[in-house]
C-alpha cells in the first residue's frame, strides 16, 4: 500500500475543513486535506467529471477563474439535481452514482461532496450564534466570548457584511416594522429585532446600486463584487471572468482554500474518500496515527501517517468514519443531532399594494442575494427571506409538506389561507405568482436529543463500508417552536400587505446540521476526542447544539479557527500569536 506522511491529515475540505487547515498551515504545519469529491476551477482536473486528472494540488496558481466559469453555468438543473448535477453527494465520475445514505421517513438531505463542500451551494448567512445559544443553553463547555475572536478573524477575511437593502428585503423589513419588531444592530444578537443578514458576500459593485443607469454585461472587471444575480444555490460563480478567488459568495472553496494554499503548507487531495482512522494503544487511551483512503477514480487504497488527525467530513460522515473504524462509542457518537426544523410560508402581494410599499410593481424574487434580511427571535429561532429558483421553490415551498395535500386541511385559524402540499392547478397558479411571491423560511431551535443522529445501516454497505442510517424526528417543543415562527412569518407577511399566504408545513430538511460529534459529549474543549488522542474534528458535528437558529457556518468556521490553535499548542510548537485564548 502507498504511505505518505505529514503533520496533519484533515479529512473533508468542506465548511469548516479549510478554515483549520487555513490557520495550520500559518502556523508552520504541514497539513494534507483529503476530499472525497471534486475540485473544480483547478486546472489539475481540466474535465473533473470526465476523467481522473492531477492527483493533489498545492498552489493557488492551480486555480483557475476560466475554468469555474467553463464548469459552474448556474444552470439549475445541471448544477443542482441531486443524482447527476455537478453540485451532488457522490464521486467526481459522472458515470457514477450517487453515494447512498439510509433515511427512513420522508427527509431530504442536501450535502455535497468536493472542495467547499456544502457551501458550494450555500447563500453565504453568517450569524453569530445567538448569544444565550451558548451562554445560557446547558450545552457548551466554552462561552460566548471564546469565539467572538475567531468569528472577527473571519469576519475580516472572508469579509462579512450586511447585506444591500433590495425591494424583496424592503418588503420584509416593511412588514417587520408594521408587526411591531426593532433594527437590531451590532453582531452579538440577543433580542428580537429584524436586520440585514451579515453575510460572506462583499458589498455590490457601486455602480450597480446608481439609480438603474448601469448597461454593461456585469463582467469583471468591469463588475467587481456582488453583481445582485441570485446565484448562490447554482454554484455562485459571479462575477464572470474574475480571477477565482475573487467570486463574490465567499464559499469556503473561493475564500478560505486559496489562503490555505498560499501558506506552502497546505495539499488538498480530491476523488480521496477517507474508510477508515488509524489507532494504537497509547498512553492512557487509544491515539490516532493516520488514515486509510480509497481514489474514488483507481479504486485503489492508500494511507497517511500523521501526527494528528482531524476530521471534518460534516455531521453524518464523520461519524460514519468514527464507527466504520470500530473508535469507542460512549453513547453520543453521531447523535445529539440538529437540523434547524425548517419551514417556508410564502406571502403573495398584488401588483398595486406592491407599488405601495416597495415601488415597483413585483417582489421580483431574484433580484438581489437569495437570503438579505432576516428577523431574530432568540430561544425560538430565526426568520430569513429565502428566495430559491423556480424549480427549488416549487419543490421546497410547494412541493413537501409531511402533512398531505391543502385540499384536505380543515381551515385551521391560523394567519395562513391555504396550508400542506400543492399540485395541479394550484401549484401552476402560485408558481405563476412567482414574481409576486415574497418566500420565507423558519430556522427553528431546535434542541440536540440523544435518539436523533446517526449510526451504521448494518445491512446496507457500499465500496466505504456502511452506509449512514440518518435518523432525526422532532421533540414536541420543537414542533411548538417551529409554529411559532411559522405563525410569525405568516403575521409578518399579511402586515406587509400580502394578499395570500401560504405555509408549507415542510417535511424534514436536512442541509443546516449540527451537533452529532458534540463538545461536552464525544469531544473536549479544544475539540480532541475524550477517547481517542490526537483525534480531533472541525466540521459542524463538533457545535454543542444548533447555535439558536443561527445559520451554522460562520460558528463552526470560528471553531474551526480555534481548534486549530489546540491542535498546534497539544501536538506542535505552540501559537505565539493566537487569534483568541488557547
Ligand atoms: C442550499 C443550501 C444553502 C445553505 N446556506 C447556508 C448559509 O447561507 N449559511 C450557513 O451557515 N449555512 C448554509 N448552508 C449549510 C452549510 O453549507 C453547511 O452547514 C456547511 O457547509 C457544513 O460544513 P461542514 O464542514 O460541517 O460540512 P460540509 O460542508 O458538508 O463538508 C464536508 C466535506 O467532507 C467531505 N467528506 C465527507 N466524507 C468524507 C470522507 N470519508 N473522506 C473525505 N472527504 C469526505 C465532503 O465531500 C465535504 O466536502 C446551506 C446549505 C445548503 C444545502
Not at 72 to 79: A, C, Q, R, V, Y
Not at 169 to 192: I, P, Q
Not at 210 to 232: I, S
Not at 390 to 397: E, F, R, V, Y
Request: charged share 25%.
Amino acid at each position: 500500500m502507498r504511505v505518505q506522511e505529514t503533520d496533519v491529515v484533515v479529512v473533508g475540505a468542506g465548511g469548516d475543513g479549510p478554515a483549520l487547515a487555513w490557520r495550520l498551515g500559518e502556523l508552520g504545519i504541514d497539513v494534507v486535506v483529503l476530499e472525497a469529491g471534486p475540485f473544480y476551477g483547478n486546472e489539475q482536473w481540466e474535465a473533473p467529471r470526465g476523467a481522473p486528472g492531477g492527483e493533489a494540488s498545492s498552489s493557488p496558481d492551480d486555480l483557475s477563474g476560466d475554468l469555474y466559469d467553463e464548469q459552474f453555468t448556474s444552470k439549475e438543473g445541471e448544477m443542482n439535481d441531486p443524482v447527476r448535477g455537478k453540485l451532488r453527494w457522490g464521486p467526481a465520475n459522472e458515470d457514477r452514482a450517487p453515494w447512498e445514505r439510509t433515511v427512513p421517513g420522508h427527509a431530504l438531505i442536501s450535502q455535497l461532496a468536493g472542495v467547499g463542500g456544502t457551501t458550494q451551494h450555500y447563500y453565504a448567512n453568517h450569524p453569530r450564534a445567538f448569544v444565550g445559544s451558548i451562554d445560557d443553553q446547558p450545552h457548551w463547555p466554552i462561552d460566548y466570548a471564546d469565539l467572538v475572536p475567531y468569528y472577527q478573524h473571519l469576519e475580516e477575511a472572508h469579509p462579512i457584511e450586511p447585506a444591500p437593502t433590495t425591494p424583496k428585503a424592503e418588503l420584509f423589513f416593511e412588514g417587520a416594522r408594521r408587526s411591531g419588531y426593532d433594527l437590531t444592530t451590532g453582531y452579538n444578537v440577543t433580542d428580537e429585532g429584524y436586520r440585514p443578514f451579515p453575510n460572506a458576500i462583499p458589498q455590490p459593485d457601486e455602480r450597480l446600486t446608481r439609480d438603474g443607469d448601469y448597461d454593461g454585461d456585469f463582467h469583471y472587471p468591469d463588475v467587481e463584487g456582488d453583481t445582485m444575480a441570485m446565484h448562490e444555490h447554482q454554484g455562485g460563480p459571479q462575477p464572470r471572468g474574475a480571477p477565482f478567488e475573487e467570486r463574490a459568495r465567499r464559499s469556503s472553496n473561493v475564500s478560505l482554500v486559496p489562503r490555505a494554499m498560499k501558506t506552502g503548507n497546505v495539499e488538498i487531495r480530491p476523488n480521496a474518500f477517507a474508510t477508515q482512522i488509524l489507532a494504537d494503544e497509547g498512553p492512557g487511551s487509544i491515539e490516532a496515527t493516520g488514515v486509510e483512503f480509497r481514489d474514488t477514480w483507481a479504486g485503489t487504497t492508500e494511507r497517511i501517517d500523521a501526527d494528528a488527525v482531524v476530521l471534518a467530513a460534516g455531521c453524518i460522515e464523520t461519524p460514519r468514519l468514527w464507527l466504520n473504524s470500530d473508535l469507542p462509542d460512549n453513547g453520543w457518537v453521531g447523535k445529539g443531532l440538529t437540523t434547524h426544523w425548517f419551514d417556508f410560508v410564502a406571502g403573495v402581494f398584488d401588483p398595486g399594494t406592491l407599488e405601495d410599499v416597495i415601488g415597483q410593481r413585483a417582489v421580483e424574487p431574484h433580484q438581489g442575494q437569495a437570503a438579505g434580511s432576516r428577523l431574530d427571535v432568540p430561544d425560538v429561532g430565526g426568520i430569513a427571506v429565502n428566495t430559491f429558483a423556480p424549480g427549488i421553490t416549487a419543490l421546497s415551498m410547494y412541493g413537501s409538506s409531511r402533512n398531505g395535500w391543502w385540499f384536505e386541511r380543515e381551515p385551521s385559524g391560523e394567519p395562513w389561507d391555504t396550508e400542506g402540499r400543492l399540485a395541479g392547478k394550484e401549484l401552476k397558479a402560485r408558481m405563476a405568482d412567482y414574481r409576486r411571491t415574497l418566500t420565507l423560511i423558519c430556522h427553528t431551535d431546535d434542541r440536540p436529543r440523544q435518539e436523533n443522529g446517526i449510526s451504521l445501516d448494518v445491512s446496507t454497505k457500499d465500496e466505504h463500508g456502511y452506509v449512514p442510517l440518518v435518523e432525526w424526528e422532532p421533540h414536541p417543543d420543537d414542533d411548538e417552536r417551529r409554529l411559532e415562527l411559522a405563525r410569525r412569518g405568516a403575521e409578518l407577511l399579511n402586515e406587509a400587505g400580502a394578499e395570500h399566504v401560504h405555509r408549507t408545513d415542510a417535511a424534514p430538511i436536512l442541509l443546516h446540521m449540527q451537533s452529532s460529534m458534540a463538545m461536552g459529549r464525544v469531544l473536549d474543549e479544544g475539540c480532541e476526542a475524550y477517547d481517542v488522542a490526537r483525534l480531533f474534528v472541525a466540521d459542524h458535528s463538533a457545535l454543542a447544539n444548533g447555535v439558536g437558529g443561527a445559520n451554522p457556518t460562520h460558528s463552526g468556521q470560528a471553531l474551526a479557527l480555534r481548534t486549530a490553535e489546540h491542535v498546534a499548542e497539544r501536538y506542535f510548537d505552540g501559537v505565539d500569536d493566537p487569534i483568541g485564548s488557547v
